[in-house]
Each structure stands twice: as C-alpha cells, then as structure tokens.
C-alpha cells in the first residue's frame, strides 16, 4: 500500500512539473511572438515612410481627442504574489497622417492611470502607476458601408514613460518598483460616423498587453515577485477632425 502510495505522489509531482513547465513555455513564447510583431510593425512603418516621400504624394493630416475607460488585469510570477485588476482611464489627442487611401499612420500622445490590487506575502498593496503614453499604430479604414460610416482596425506599439507612483518603502527601494519606459502591443477596432465635413465621432474597443515586464529588478526589496505584465481592455470615444 505504502509502495503504491509513493508511485501516486511521483506520478503527481511529474504532472505538476510538467505542467508548470509547459505553462513556461506558453509564456515564453508568448513573448518572443509579441516583440517579432512589434519589429515587423516598426520595420512596416519605416518602410511606408520611405515610399510616401519616394513617390512624392500628398499627405493628408487630420487631428482628434479620445477618452479611454480601461480595465486591467495582471499577470505576476512568484511565490505568495498575486495581482488583481482595476479599473484606469487613458485621455489625451492624436494626429492621423493619411499617407494612402484608407490607410494612415497615428501618433498620439496620452496620460495613462494604471491602477492594480497587489498583494505580496498576504500584505496588500494599492498602487497606483501614471504614464505618457506615446502609440505608434496602423490604422486601415474600410469604405462606407453605410451612410458617412466607416469600419476601422489598428495595430501598434505603445512607448510609456512613467509620470509618477505610488509604491510604498517595504516593497522598493526610493519607492520605485516599476520601470521608467513601459512597452506594450496594441490591437483593435472600432465605427466611425461623419456627422460633419471632415468631422466624425468614433467608438472603438481595444486591448493591450505589455511586452516585458514593468518591475524593476534592481530596486524590488521583496524577491518573490519576478515579473509583472499587464492587459488592459478599453473602451474607447472620440472625435477626428
């Protein structure tokens, strides 16, 4: 009974490592997949560029403001760490460059408020993290499928640099447990009504995940968190003009 005992636990223990390596491997390709698709995309934005001031072909700029409600959750590796959502908001204005029929590249620049429920050893932690956000992103409109209305998709890499913090003494050293520049991938999609010439209001849904981890290594007092990577879920109104 004892021998049969013994050959369930290590039956048991094989699976549990097998699992947690398997799940390592998800992850790390995960990562690897999502810093190709940013170089494909940065490569893809220099390349366009180039041949709009080759072929010498005229620029259409338009401008606009968003609001963006968000939800972001969060995904920690290490022992006692867990980290639960909350709810944050992104606003600021961004510049398309129509540089082909449908076709257009956007910058912006946002504040980001990125909050989470953090909680290490059974000691929990509100933090509260401010960015400016600068998104590089591919915009790609569809024809009017409707009267003045558009269906729109994007792509993009989003450059963060951190504002402020509130990280307490206990967790990091000079209260700084995050990473001044954040890097995140971003898709999505959305409607766009023109109610007047050149005028439109847009709805759109998107989701971003961070590339690398946001924590800093060298200021992180407690070593059982090792990583930290965020999504974020938003919703998104706006006005082009």
Known sequence: MKMHLKVFDFIAQRSVIRNSSSVRSIDFILKKLKIKISKFLITFFLLNILCFKANGEDLEIRYGVKLSPLYSTFNTEGKECSCKGALGFEAGFFTDFIFRTNHAIDIGLYYFMNRMNLKIKNEDYKLNISY?????LLKFHSNEFWIDTQIFLFTGIVFGYKLAENTPEEIADNKKLF????????????????????????LEFG???????????????DITLKSLYGHSFLITLGIRF
């Not at 109610?195 to 209001?201: H, L, Q, R, V, Y």
């Not at 971003?208 to 981890?213: V, W």
């Open 207 to 221: 989701y971003k995940t961070d590339i690398f981890d946001i924590t800093n290594p060298k200021k992180k007092k």
């Open 132 to 136: 400016l956000n600068l998104p590089l």
């Open 179 to 202: 990473k001044t520049i954040r890097t995140s991938f971003i898709i999505g999609g959305g409607i766009e009504y023109e109610f007047a010439m050149s005028t439109s209001a847009f």
